[in-house]
């Protein structure tokens, strides 16, 4: 059984900095990409970011310059910088990965999401 989870989420200040973690655990053989996801309210789920396994990263156009994807390969972890915080960040971020394992072979999962709140 495999796991994504997040943490880090929470309330912030415009301006402000947060870093969100997600860590994989379970029967993983190999991450492959790992992404973030957020999903504001009202609005769909967007792409956010994404990191390879050969560590290639992409951004979407309305976080790059303000937020870093990093992983640790060891820890099969990804996470998530925040920076330049603004009230339209505020979001549900949700972590996805594509894992594969020697039982179901590659698959996408998905973290629990955790919130993050900015005020003005």
């Known amino acids: 059984q495999v796991q994504l989870s997040e943490s880090g989420g929470g309330l912030v200040q415009a301006g402000g900095s947060l870093r969100l973690s997600c860590a994989g655990s379970?029967?993983?053989?190999?991450?492959?990409?790992m992404s973030w996801y957020r999903r504001a309210p009202g609005k769909q789920r967007e792409l956010v970011a994404t990191?390879?396994?050969?560590?290639?990263?992409n951004y979407a156009d309305s976080v790059k310059g303000r937020f870093t994807i990093s992983r640790d390969y060891a820890e099969n972890t990804v996470y998530l910088q925040i920076n330049s915080l603004k009230p339209e960040d505020t979001a549900v971020y949700y972590c996805?990965?594509?894992?594969?394992?020697?039982?179901?072979?590659?698959?996408?999962?998905w973290g629990q999401g955790t919130q993050v709140t900015v005020s003005s």
């Open positions: 379970g029967n993983i053989f190999k991450i492959n990409a």
């Open positions: 990191i390879t396994s050969g560590g290639s990263t």
């Open positions: 996805n990965a594509n894992i594969y394992t020697l039982a179901r072979g590659s698959n996408d999962y």
